[in-house]
């Protein structure tokens, strides 16, 4: 005997032998089974026992039948069990060799035990004949039912259970019956002799004769509820960490939440948020009755008639309703309808109560949802087919899935709330209306992402002098409120750049000046921010016809011929805006009168379904069954290549059809250097205005004429040229010469003889000023048509 074991031994034979081979340990059993003694045998080979070959020990078990050598000499076969232990702190390892001896075999009382194996054991187990019908059930199995034996017997288990449970095992253990084969079924139910539902492991085996027939099934059910339920709670969690907040939309998020709860949890849940108040945080302190507004709900029932609110309505709370209880408690409140703890809400609510009664529902779970440490909302969880009411487990779980969700809810409003105030943003930094200009036709689109940010995407179309047109469409990287502060920023810095008629090339190295000064004053301790952009510029002139561009990162354009046909201009490839150092080359094409110009972010363009490429050949083809009208064509593209769901990032789109002035809406003279030539010309251009019906301007423009030709000869270099351009609203006059000064506008005093001849033009003119040509200089002077009549 030993304080592990406080029971007689000497049914047991063991015998210890060390990894050497000798013997180590030596019972009394073992001394019955060979009659040798402990002294006899301890430290001698444990081979000096064995009467014939020695045994090959292998793994840490070993069984098998040996011939051992009695002490009186005579052979004794016996079968052996040994388990070997490894050595431990350096020690020696040793097996162990046990077999029952006779005092262990069966004996009179083993049906005693036979007969406790069944009814006594902790396993609910019953037997069904081969009619499936009751033959015995142990007293484990007779607790589970809550019946007697006696009055079940001969019952089929779907009359025991009646339930779509027992049914559903009946077909189980029929088909064992049949096919001879066990079969393992777990189920979830409430049977008549639990209070609550339970998980069940039903495992089911064949009864047999001695022929082999199949006689019966025996049916032994394992109660694992804990376990189960345990890991439905894990199951739950993982799902709401899956599931919830798979979108930045908070009313989406909300029917996440119920759709998890639902039937896992509850049988009905509704989500009630409160509207944030000025300052864009729901309240703190809770007043009732309560405004909250109906997110979502979820049913098992299809069209969750249990629901009162709609979605999207809000409904005031009382004091007594669970919505306004754990919102002002701060936690989860527990309510059911027995208890009388919704009384009151019922009560105030008809409506309410009779569904409530019509319906079952006995129990209510009011969860308060709750982020950062501000209260959003409240959901409650209801049930009524689960006849079970809610536990302190249901309750801890019910607030470890609410405050994921909460937080996705949270980070789904402040979301919205960001991106409303950048669209605002951005929408009052982008052009409300495109200018009308007699260079081209020009419609636009801009499109935020529908689940990203909103960006800082932009265009523009800006009126050039001489009739010329400016076109840019831009891409700040990133997005948010700071993208589309930069988009106003770059937007504005290039109507500057553009109004002193900088080329292509030369504006966007001047933009992308400012972008690296923008990513020094985004960094901070001595590392940059990550401020950058695309962009693509280009400058259309209806004189010549021909339109420079150049491009900084940005996707080139596609352009539309008269003809149908359409391609994309190919423009040396800029670095993007932010990089600085590097330089920008533009390309100049020539465009047929009528040509549209299609000018697009890369968000257009971007798809699972398909690659940049197959975007173009999208592009291209939609292009070129546009209409007359280019708004049609914006529209047609946008549906062509968007997916259903929105655009991923955000898309800008500027459609330009170009116009061509005619030759004859264009004069130009070559002015000779002298002073006395300037009356001729004046004349000239007076008898040019006649011709074209503008005699009503010839006054104005023979004095602005005057003033910037004189000022051309006496501070300009040679060859000078005077041009005439006119539409119907506007005349142009310009001057150029091959001198760099730019001429500045002064305020001449009383005695001076000179100095106010561009202060003269600058009265007489609707605006006025200088460009920069590779050749020199062109003063340039609008005047109004519309004015004159």
Not at 152 to 171: D, F, K, N, V
Not at 173 to 191: E, F, I, N
Request: with cysteine; net charge negative; aromatic share 4%.
């Amino acid at each position: 005997m030993s304080p592990e074991y406080p029971f007689d031994e000497a049914a047991t034979a063991r015998a210890v032998v060390d990894d050497s081979g000798a013997l180590v340990g030596w019972n009394e059993g073992a001394r019955t089974l060979l009659g040798w003694s402990p002294a006899e045998v301890v430290g001698r080979p444990a081979a000096d026992l064995l009467a014939d070959g020695e045994p090959v020990l292998a793994g840490p078990r070993w069984d098998g039948t040996v011939t051992l050598r009695h002490r009186d000499g005579r052979p004794v076969k016996v079968w052996l069990l040994a388990h070997h232990s490894p050595a431990e702190d350096g020690g020696v390892g040793h097996w162990l060799f046990v077999t029952p001896l006779a005092a262990g075999a069966p004996g009179a009382s083993d049906g005693l035990f036979a007969e406790a194996g069944l009814t006594q054991s902790p396993c609910a187990v019953a037997v069904y004949d081969e009619r499936l019908r009751l033959r015995r059930i142990n007293d484990a199995m007779r607790a589970v039912i809550g019946l007697p034996e006696e009055r079940i017997r001969g019952l089929r288990l779907a009359e025991i259970g009646g339930g779509p449970h027992s049914t559903e095992l009946e077909q189980h253990m029929l088909r064992v019956l049949t096919t001879g084969r066990p079969q393992d079924v777990q189920t979830y139910a409430r049977t008549g002799g639990e209070p609550r539902a339970h998980a069940w492991l039903a495992r089911m085996a064949p009864v047999s004769d001695v022929g082999g027939r199949v006689r019966g099934v025996c049916l032994a059910a394992h109660d694992f509820t804990e376990n189960y339920l345990a890991r439905e709670r894990l199951l739950l969690v993982n799902e709401a960490s899956v599931r919830i907040g798979s979108t930045l939309d908070v009313t989406r998020t909300a029917q996440e939440l119920a759709e998890v709860c639902v039937p896992a949890l509850a049988d009905f849940v509704s989500v009630d948020l409160l509207d944030p108040q000025d300052g864009g945080e729901p309240q703190g302190r809770f007043v009732p009755p309560l405004t909250l507004r109906r997110a979502a709900h979820h049913s098992v029932n299809p069209g969750s008639p249990e629901a009162v609110t709609k979605s999207g309505e809000s409904q005031e709370y009382p004091t007594g309703s669970p919505q306004a209880d754990s919102l002002i408690a701060g936690h989860t409140v527990i309510g059911t309808v027995r208890g009388g703890a919704l009384d009151a809400w019922l009560a105030w609510d008809p409506l309410r109560g009779a569904r409530v009664r019509e319906l079952g529902i006995h129990s209510t779970m009011s969860v308060p949802i709750q982020a950062r440490g501000t209260t959003l909302g409240v959901a409650v969880l209801t049930r009524f087919r689960r006849p079970d009411p809610f536990t302190p487990d249901d309750v801890l779980l019910a607030e470890e899935v609410t405050a994921r969700a909460a937080v996705c809810i949270d980070n789904a409003r402040r979301f919205s709330r960001e991106r409303e105030t950048a669209l605002a943003l951005q929408r009052s930094l982008l052009p409300r209306t495109l200018p009308r200009t007699a260079a081209v036709d020009a419609a636009s689109r801009y499109l935020p992402a529908a689940r990203a940010g909103v960006g800082g995407d932009w265009f523009d179309v800006i009126p050039l002098s001489g009739m010329r047109v400016a076109m840019v469409v831009g891409d700040i990287v990133g997005h948010g409120i700071q993208a589309s502060a930069t988009m106003g920023r770059l937007r504005t810095a290039v109507r500057t750049l553009a109004d002193i008629d900088l080329a292509p090339e030369e504006l966007l190295t001047h933009l992308d000046d400012l972008v690296v000064r923008l990513s020094e004053e985004a960094g901070g301790e001595g590392s940059p921010g990550e401020v950058g952009a695309s962009c693509l510029y280009a400058v259309y002139d209806p004189v010549s016809r021909r339109c420079t561009m150049a491009r900084a990162g940005h996707p080139g354009p596609v352009v539309l011929r008269p003809d149908g046909t359409t391609r994309r201009i190919e423009l040396p490839a800029g670095p993007a805006l932010g990089l600085g150092g590097l330089p920008f080359e533009a390309a100049e094409v020539e465009l047929a009168e009528g040509s549209v110009l299609a000018f697009y972010t890369d968000g257009l363009l971007e798809s699972r379904e398909r690659d940049a490429e197959g975007g173009h050949r999208l592009l291209g083809v939609t292009l070129a069954a546009h209409t007359d009208s280019l708004d049609e064509t914006c529209d047609r593209i946008l549906h062509a290549l968007l997916p259903p769901g929105g655009a991923p990032d955000d898309v800008a789109l500027l459609l330009a059809r170009t116009r061509g002035l005619p030759s004859a809406q264009v004069a130009t003279w070559d002015i000779p250097a002298d002073p006395a030539l300037v009356a001729p010309i004046r004349r000239q251009v007076v008898e040019q205005l006649s011709r074209w019906e503008l005699s009503e301007a010839s006054f104005t423009t023979e004095l602005v004429v005057s003033e910037l030709v004189t000022n051309a000869i006496r501070y300009g270099s040679h060859p000078i040229r005077l041009r005439l351009i006119h539409d119907a609203t506007t005349l142009i006059c310009e001057v150029s010469d091959t001198s760099h000064t730019a001429p500045h506008l002064r305020r001449a005093k009383t005695w001076d003889e000179g100095g106010r001849g561009l202060l003269l033009v600058a009265q007489l003119t609707q605006r006025w000023g200088s460009r920069h040509t590779p050749e020199g200089k062109t003063i340039w002077a609008e005047l109004s048509l519309l004015d004159t009549e």
